[in-house]
């Protein structure tokens, strides 16, 4: 982390993505002045922070973290293209692109590590998947890993090809949870509770639900099972909820394959 402070950081993109990981890192103590942001439209938030906005790239920063759309990818990367081939690691967070089509970009030389972040790294909570192309040393990959540690998990993936189930769950998995907050809530005042209690028992359902599976040693079905008092309430509500044919566990199936559709479609361009 000391080679990222005098090297310099270069952050690609910065909309929700890339301030939920610059906050973190702020927010552990990453100076701002050994970050540089490119971002055409910067935030009020990202004009708070002190970082180098929009100026002159560092001669040979340890890492250029990628977080534009992948649809603009293709416009936004020959501006860094004479980082390529050395030193400084690529690490990329989009969706689809594949580390092939860096390479193509930026060089064969190029040190590239492949992430799948998620947006609780804004509050240090995130998960993200990473994997190095052959160019990518040990030293590289663990810089990349110590980065994205300081905002949550990191898992290390065998091949690039897990990245995209990875995606369909943990990158896409937070907005998953969001609607299931949404959903409860809306049925809640719907059953007839006001409007903002029946989100905060949403909220801190999911949170504690979600902190309990973390930090028990029983799984999430034993979980669940313990929620279910037999002949009680809640087995009326799983009975619908688990149904074979149109319950969660279907719809979950469908929209984790929606989603790896869309990341095939963005990878063929
Ligand atoms: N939002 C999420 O939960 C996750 C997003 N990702 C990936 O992160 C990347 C960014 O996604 P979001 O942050 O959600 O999108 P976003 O639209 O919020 O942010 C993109 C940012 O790129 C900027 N930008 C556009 N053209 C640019 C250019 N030529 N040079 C520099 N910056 C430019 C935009 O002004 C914007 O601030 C995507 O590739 C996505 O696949 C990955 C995991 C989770
Ligand atoms: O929706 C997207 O394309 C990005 C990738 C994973 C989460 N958000």
């Given amino acids: 982390m000391d080679d990222l402070k005098t090297r310099g950081l270069v952050l690609l993109g910065c909309g929700k993505m890339g301030s939920a990981m610059l906050k973190g890192w702020l927010d552990g103590g990453l100076p701002p002045a050994s970050v540089t942001v490119l971002d055409p439209h910067p935030s009020d938030w990202l004009k708070s922070t002190g970082v180098h906005l929009n100026a002159d790239l560092p001669e040979n920063p340890a890492i250029v973290l990628l ?3 992948p649809q603009m990818m293709g416009d936004a990367l020959p501006a860094l293209q004479k980082l390529g081939n050395g030193s400084t690691v690529f690490l990329t967070v989009a969706a689809g692109i594949t580390i ?7 060089g064969a030389e190029t040190p590239i590590v492949r992430a799948m972040p998620n947006t609780p790294a804004a509050v240090g909570r995130g998960i993200t998947g990473i994997v190095g192309n052959a160019k990518a040393s040990k030293v590289d990959v663990d810089l990349a890993e110590s980065l994205l540690q300081a ?3 990191v898992v290390r993936l065998e091949t690039e090809a897990q990245i995209r189930p990875l995606m369909a769950i943990s990158g896409c998995g ?3 949870v969001f609607h299931l907050i949404e959903v ?29 599976a973390e930090v028990s040693d029983e ?3 034993q979980l669940r099972i313990n929620v279910t008092s037999p002949g009680g309430v809640t087995a ?34």
């Fill in 67 to 69: 977080a534009v759309k």
């Fill in 100 to 106: 092939a089509t860096y390479e193509e970009i930026l």
């Fill in 151 to 153: 905002v949550g998990l």
């Fill in 174 to 176: 937070p907005a998953y």
């Fill in 184 to 212: 409860m809530a809306a049925a809640g005042e719907k059953a007839g509770l006001p409007a903002d209690m029946a989100l905060q028992l949403a909220k801190a359902t999911v949170a504690g639900a979600g902190h309990l």
């Fill in 219 to 221: 799984s999430p079905a």
């Fill in 236 to 269: 009326e509500a799983l009975r619908v909820l688990m149904d074979e044919e149109n319950g969660f566990p279907v719809l979950m199936e469908r929209a984790v394959e929606a989603a790896i559709e869309r990341d095939e479609e963005l990878a063929n361009g």
